[in-house]
C-alpha cells in the first residue's frame, strides 16, 4: 500500500498524468483537446430520467438507472 500510495503522490489528480509531465512549463500551449466522444450507454440513461424529473416521482435522486446492450433478435 506504500508503494501505492507513492506512486498516487506522483500523479495529477486532476488529469491523471504524471505531474512531471503535465506541470512541465515546455508543455504550456502544445496540448490539445479533441472533440468529445459519447457515451451511449449515459446517453440512455440520461434519456430514461428524464420523465422522473418533473416533480411528480417521488425522490427521483433515489432512482438508479442501469443500462445494456440489447441482445439481437433471432
Given at each position: 500500500?506504500?508503494?501505492?500510495?507513492?506512486?498516487?503522490?506522483?500523479?495529477c489528480p486532476l488529469c491523471g498524468r504524471p505531474l512531471s509531465v503535465?506541470?512541465?512549463?515546455?508543455?504550456?500551449?502544445?496540448?490539445?483537446?479533441?472533440?468529445?466522444?459519447?457515451?451511449?450507454?449515459?446517453?440512455?440513461?440520461?434519456?430514461?430520467?428524464?420523465?422522473?424529473?418533473?416533480?411528480?416521482?417521488?425522490?427521483?435522486?433515489?432512482?438508479?438507472?442501469?443500462?445494456r446492450l440489447r441482445q439481437p433478435r433471432p
Amino acid at each position: 500500500m506504500l508503494a501505492l500510495a507513492e506512486h498516487e503522490a506522483t500523479m495529477c489528480p486532476l488529469c491523471g498524468r504524471p505531474l512531471s509531465v503535465c506541470t512541465a512549463p515546455e508543455v504550456e500551449g502544445k496540448v490539445e483537446v479533441p472533440p468529445p466522444t459519447r457515451c451511449h450507454f449515459t446517453n440512455a440513461i440520461e434519456q430514461a430520467r428524464k420523465p422522473y424529473q418533473d416533480g411528480k416521482a417521488l425522490n427521483p435522486g433515489a432512482l438508479m438507472f442501469t443500462a445494456r446492450l440489447r441482445q439481437p433478435r433471432p
